[in-house]
């Protein structure tokens, strides 16, 4: 079994390693040639100010984050591009050594704000994202990357179509103090939620066994996400009930 406390995180810097993003990408996501950040774009992002970090067992790449230095307005912060670990490495704490370190190397450039991307119907990444690293949802994206933009390789082998690419968008306060006290290994209780959105317990089952229900399924929670958020919710909490989970909706203060 692979042994986390011998990885090492840093930056990704040589052509080699910049393959290596490459290479995972393809294994981890199962994506066309067209969809797949090159090594040029890697690179290239690096010189505008973003970097990528890279989790090494050895000399062996076995996961990454890519980040970009992104300006809206007067403001620079940092967009997280996207985030693939090893097959093998998967569900053993990889991931969220990289977004914490991600988190304090965005905090040594003077950054406190980091924004990305996420799936509505998928539980895990939903408590990856709000619960562990203490993200919040104000945004929600419809059909984000065009229709049957599919990232999972086994729903991508079912054949599953007509699928639209509804995203969340995480904002992760990188100095709120629900996450200062996540980082530190802290719990951070929050109350009651004002309300809930139930999610199916698992979306690429349903999606296999019934597509038609699992498009119905994104509409409902689509729906619902918009008037929830449009009534000035927002999402900062997620249940993991195994027939059942839920995102938390609380009033709009700032944790």
Request: net charge neutral; aromatic share 10%; with cysteine.
């Amino acid at each position: 079994m692979p042994d986390n406390a011998a990885l090492e995180i840093r930056e990704v810097t040589s052509i080699d390693e910049y393959d290596s993003c490459v290479r995972l990408q393809r294994e981890v996501f199962g994506l066309p040639d067209l969809e797949i950040s090159p090594r040029r774009h890697l690179i290239v992002s690096r010189m505008a100010g973003g970097w990528t970090l890279g989790a090494f067992a050895g000399e062996t790449l076995v996961g990454f984050v890519h980040h970009l230095a992104a300006v809206l307005g007067d403001e620079i912060f940092g967009y997280s591009h996207m985030m693939a670990v090893a097959q093998e490495y998967q569900n053993r704490g990889v991931g969220a050594q990289l977004k914490w370190a991600q988190r304090k190397r965005a905090l040594s450039e003077g950054r406190d704000f980091i924004k990305w991307t996420f799936e509505p119907m998928r539980a895990r990444n939903a408590h990856f994202n709000l619960n562990r690293l203490g993200v919040t949802v104000r945004e929600y994206a419809v059909n984000f990357y065009g229709t049957d933009y599919v990232t999972n390789p086994v729903e991508k082998a079912a054949g599953i179509s007509g699928m639209d690419s509804d995203r969340l968008f995480a904002s992760w306060d990188l100095r709120s103090p629900r996450v200062e006290a996540l980082a530190a290994g802290r719990e951070f209780p929050q109350g009651a939620a004002d309300q809930v959105i139930e999610i199916p317990a698992d979306f690429s089952q349903l999606l296999k066994l019934d597509p038609a229900l699992g498009k119905a399924e994104l509409r409902r929670v689509r729906e619902e996400f918009s008037k929830a958020l449009g009534a000035g919710l927002i999402c900062r909490g997620f249940e993991r009930d195994p027939q059942k989970p839920r995102y938390l909706f609380y009033r709009d203060t700032r944790d």
